[in-house]
């Protein structure tokens, strides 16, 4: 029933047949791109900005720590391309004690000409329905305005992963959690955010030291009793490192995240799993139940697909769902880690996703 619901809720919010709202004027916004490393398609995602933002409403701040990153000349080339837009490239230092991305983050935000703000991750791919989108969401007197992740290259295994993770587990619920008024579904690739509201957060110092900037800072500014917004296109995603091992570390570095940021609804996974209780069905007999749970899983999430971004994969591609949920209580295990290696470096984690370098690999 969960997953009906859900889908009946994304279909509603996200529904492609929608009738469109026309755009208003432009706000005037800041969107800052923390970079580090060079990502699959990385000058791509960089133009998409500039062909979304047809009324130059976006001051554009690139962030990199120094000039020996891989994706500095991707960037300073993107800028030079476009001498009439306001892009800048900034180069924030090394980061020291603090993660990587909220470092170029704070670095760039006193270089933020306008009070709304949006943080886009490297990977991320503009649309000119995002911005206007979020344009809009201000114009409504919104603080926060998030977009959906939802990933659309699965075309080998570890993107299957991703696709499962991404779009039948993290944002299934989305919507239905925003219309129910408890929205938790934060995520970098693109959240935005009025400079008031950041100062009512905390400000991004606050989270130099924290695992998940995205989750930290969204939990702080509802706190804070932001009025919140969640776009009605979703954002679409994909990941440079697809190989099995690649996905199993990101996907398990997720979990660790979730165990330490929200540890009370983490633990409580196994409790709502629904592939565990309709093998528990099947296991005492109940062929019908299970059968039915299949059937709904996979439909649902073929609709879901169709509905939400117009992608939906060859049928063949949802039977992985008939074990996913069982596949994801093993990443769920993962999670009781209180250390992490990313990038080279490892952390140790501590309550409330506070982070600290325990060395370089």
Avoid at 49 to 59: E, F, G, R, T
Avoid at 69 to 85: E, S
Avoid at 137 to 146: E, I, L, W
Avoid at 267 to 295: D, Q, R, W
Wanted: glycine fraction near 8%; charged fraction near 20%.
């Amino acid at each position: 029933v969960f997953l009906w619901v859900a889908l009946a809720a994304s279909a509603r919010h996200f529904g492609r047949s929608r009738p469109r709202r026309e755009p208003g004027p432009a706000f005037p916004m800041t969107l800052i791109k923390p970079v580090r490393g060079l990502d699959d398609g990385m000058r791509g995602n960089f133009e998409s900005i500039v062909a979304a933002d047809s009324a130059k409403a976006l001051q554009v701040l690139i962030a990199i720590e120094t000039q020996a990153d891989p994706a500095y000349p991707v960037a300073r080339a993107f800028a030079a391309a476009h001498p009439d837009r306001d892009i800048s490239v900034i180069l924030t230092g090394p980061a020291g004690g603090r993660m990587g991305k909220i470092h170029n983050m704070i670095e760039a935000l006193p270089w933020a000409k306008h009070e709304r703000v949006i943080f886009s991750d490297a990977d991320t791919r503009t649309t000119r329905e995002m911005v206007e989108g979020t344009s809009a969401a201000f114009a409504d007197g919104h603080d926060a305005v998030y977009a959906m992740p939802y990933y659309v290259a699965a075309s080998d295994l570890g993107g299957l992963c991703f696709w499962v993770a991404f779009n039948h587990f993290f944002s299934m619920p989305a919507a239905l959690s925003y219309r129910a008024g408890h929205y938790h579904f934060y995520a970098g690739a693109w959240m935005a955010y009025t400079k008031e509201t950041l100062r009512r957060a905390g400000g991004l110092e606050a989270f130099a030291h924290m695992i998940s900037d995205d989750a930290g800072l969204g939990l702080r500014a509802s706190a804070a009793g932001a009025r919140k917004a969640l776009l009605r296109v979703p954002v679409l995603v994909r990941e440079t490192g697809t190989s099995p091992r690649q996905a199993y570390d990101h996907l398990s570095k997720w979990c660790i995240i979730g165990r330490w940021v929200l540890p009370s609804l983490y633990v409580m996974i196994p409790f709502v799993n629904p592939g565990l209780a309709a093998y528990v069905l099947l296991a005492l007999g109940g062929k019908t139940l299970f059968l039915a749970y299949v059937l709904s899983r996979m439909t649902v999430a073929w609709l879901q697909d169709r509905v939400v971004a117009g992608l939906p994969m060859a049928p063949s591609r949802y039977l992985i769902l008939a074990v996913a949920d069982l596949g994801m209580l093993l990443f769920w295990a993962s999670g009781f880690r209180s250390r992490l290696s990313w990038r080279g470096t490892t952390y140790r984690l501590f309550a409330g996703g506070r982070v600290e370098v325990a060395g370089s690999n």
